[in-house]
């Protein structure tokens, strides 16, 4: 008897419910931590950028020009053999032969958040510009130190105007995920296609795919609108 559709989408013995589940969980914990990990870069990118020295702002526009300008799937590949060719010769080289590689998921936070990070640094670099300069010399004329001025003027404003830009740069970390399939990471596009080909009904898991990935997007975005609308509140009239 040919399994009906709640049957292939439960979580019975011909049910692919869990394993989409797990998936789903996976693709959320990768882009997550590469979305944070871009946070690290974006900063580190838009000091580089806002830098007096004409070298470090030459650094940090090459950052962001190779990683806004190469496809994605460039850098996943990329960061996937030159790191197994880079493990494997440092091994070698310490007197362990043999081939070495990272995880697939190491791997693929760090292509997500590489890329992530050269538009966060936009977003920073912008929002930062956007600053009152007013404010911050008042600050620095009352006698605040360098940290009490960015703890509590530029750190919490910059992140107010960078915040709607961070959204959407969540929602395309989220989405380059599915990338990472070619490297094996079982997330939810090769999940989806495992069942897809397993059960002969690749329309289906497709498209269940599909709104799991519309559905993390609205919940996590629906975060951020809150996020945002608590960090504006002091500055509403």
């Known amino acids: 008897m040919t399994p009906g559709i709640f049957d292939l989408l439960g979580f019975g013995p011909q049910g ?11 693709t959320i914990a990768a882009a997550l931590c590469g979305f944070l990990l871009g946070s690290i870069f974006g ?3 838009a000091t580089l950028k806002l830098a007096r ?30 790191g197994s060719v880079v493990l494997t010769a440092a091994m070698n080289t310490s ?4 081939f070495y590689s990272l995880p697939s998921f190491v791997i693929g936070v760090f292509a997500v958040g590489i890329v992530s990070g050269a538009y966060q640094t936009e977003a920073y670099r912008s929002a930062y510009l956007r600053l009152d300069r007013g404010q911050i010399e008042a600050g620095a004329s009352c006698g605040m130190s360098k940290f009490l001025l960015l703890r509590r003027i530029i750190a919490p404003q910059t992140l107010r105007f960078a ?6 740069i969540w929602q395309s970390a989220l ?7 070619v490297i094996g990471l079982t997330e939810l596009l090769r999940q989806a296609g495992t069942a897809a080909g397993s059960t002969r009904q690749p329309l289906l898991f497709y498209a269940i795919a ?23 509140k002091p500055w509403r009239h």
Do not use: D
Request: proline share 6%; charged share 10%.
């Open 16 to 26: 692919w419910g869990l394993p989409l589940l797990q998936a789903a969980g996976i």
């Open 43 to 45: 900063l580190g990118g």
């Open 53 to 82: 020295a004409p070298w470090l702002r030459l650094v940090g526009q090459a950052y962001t020009t190779v990683f806004r300008g190469v496809p994605e799937i460039l850098v996943v590949y990329l960061f996937y053999f030159g």
């Open 95 to 98: 007197g362990f032969p043999g």
């Open 163 to 168: 915040l709607p830009a961070l959204g959407n």
């Open 175 to 181: 989405k380059e995920t599915s990338l990472l399939s």
């Open 210 to 232: 599909a709104a799991m990935f519309l559905v993390i997007g609205r919940c996590t975005g629906a975060l951020l609108n809150r996020l945002e609308n608590h960090l504006t």
